[in-house]
C-alpha cells in the first residue's frame, strides 16, 4: 500500500490528525481538506487520489453533496464517516455509491483496517480475467461491466458484488458469507446492506438484473436461465 493517495475530508482539525497520522505510519501519502468545497477542487486537481475518507457533516457541501459530485466521474473508493447512528445515512451513503461507512468515534485501528481491506480489493483484479454469463460480460481487469451489449457504470463495491456473484454462479449464498467475502471484515450489522446494494445492482442491470434471484430467509443466487 506503500505511496497510496488519501484524501482525508472533514471540518474538524483534529480529527483529520488523527486519521493522517495512523495513515502516514502505514506510508500512505496523505491530503486533507476541511469543508466539501476544498475536497471537490483537491479531488480534480489530483488524478491519482486511491481513496478518500469522507465526513458527512461539513460546512459549505456536505459529505453526501460531495459524493455524489465524485460519483458522477469517479469510481474511487470511499468511507464515509458520521457522528450519526443514523440508518437512513447509511442507506443513502450506500446509494450514492459510498463503499462503507463507519460511525463516530470509532477505532483508528479499526478504521485503518477497513481502508486495507477496501483498498485490497480494489486492486485484487489486477488479473487479465473476464466473467460472460448469460448477456453480462464482466472484465476485471478494465474493471467495466456490459449487460446485453449496453456498458454499465457501477460503484466499486456494486462492482466486487456483481464479481462474486458471477464467481459462484448457480450457489446458494446467505447475506453472511457475502458480507465476508465482499466486505472483508466482520461486520455487526443487518442484512439491508446487502440489500441496499443488490437493489440499486439489479435496477443498474435493467432485466439481466432477474439473474440475482432472491433466496428468502437466506440471501441470494446467480442464475441464468439455460434459454438465455
Same mark, same amino acid.
Do not use: C, N
Given at each position: 500500500? #506503500?505511496?497510496i493517495k488519501v484524501l482525508v475530508v472533514d471540518d474538524e482539525a483534529r480529527m483529520r490528525k488523527l +486519521?493522517? #497520522?495512523?495513515?502516514?505510519?502505514? #506510508?500512505y501519502v496523505v491530503i486533507e481538506a476541511s469543508d466539501g468545497e476544498e475536497a471537490i477542487n483537491i479531488f480534480y486537481e489530483n488524478s491519482d487520489i486511491g481513496l478518500i475518507i469522507l465526513d458527512v457533516m461539513m460546512p459549505k457541501?456536505?459529505? =453526501?453533496?460531495?459524493?455524489?459530485? !465524485?460519483?458522477?466521474?469517479?469510481?474511487?473508493?470511499?468511507?464515509?464517516l458520521t457522528a450519526k447512528d443514523s440508518e437512513r445515512d447509511e442507506l443513502d451513503g450506500f446509494d450514492l455509491g459510498a463503499d462503507e461507512f463507519i460511525s463516530k468515534p470509532?477505532?483508528?485501528k479499526i478504521l485503518m483496517a477497513r481502508v486495507e481491506a477496501l483498498l485490497r480489493r480494489s486492486g485484487k483484479g489486477q488479473e487479465e480475467e473476464i466473467l460472460e454469463m448469460g448477456k453480462i460480460k464482466l472484465d476485471k481487469m478494465a474493471h467495466e461491466v456490459v449487460a446485453g451489449g449496453n456498458r454499465v457504470?457501477?460503484? =466499486?463495491?456494486? =462492482?466486487?458484488?456483481l464479481t462474486y456473484f458471477m464467481e459462484n454462479?448457480? !450457489?446458494?449464498?446467505?447475506?453472511?458469507?457475502?458480507l465476508s467475502a +465482499?466486505?472483508? *471484515? #466482520? *461486520? =455487526?450489522?443487518?442484512?439491508?446492506?446487502?440489500?441496499?446494494?443488490v437493489k440499486k445492482l439489479r435496477s443498474k442491470l435493467g432485466e439481466y438484473g432477474s *439473474?440475482?434471484?432472491?433466496?428468502?430467509?437466506?440471501? *441470494?443466487?446467480?442464475?441464468?436461465?439455460?434459454?438465455?
Open positions: 500500500m #506503500d505511496g +486519521v493522517k #497520522d495512523f495513515l502516514v505510519r502505514e #506510508d457541501m456536505d459529505g =453526501f453533496q460531495v459524493l455524489k459530485e !465524485i460519483r458522477a466521474s469517479s469510481q474511487v473508493p470511499v468511507i464515509m470509532f477505532s483508528p457504470e457501477l460503484s =466499486f463495491k456494486e =462492482f466486487e458484488l454462479r448457480g !450457489i446458494a449464498l446467505s447475506r453472511e458469507k457475502i +465482499v466486505w472483508d *471484515y #466482520d *461486520y =455487526f450489522g443487518d442484512a439491508r446492506t446487502i440489500d441496499t446494494h *439473474y440475482i434471484h432472491t433466496i428468502w430467509g437466506m440471501g *441470494y443466487k446467480f442464475e441464468v436461465e439455460d434459454a438465455e
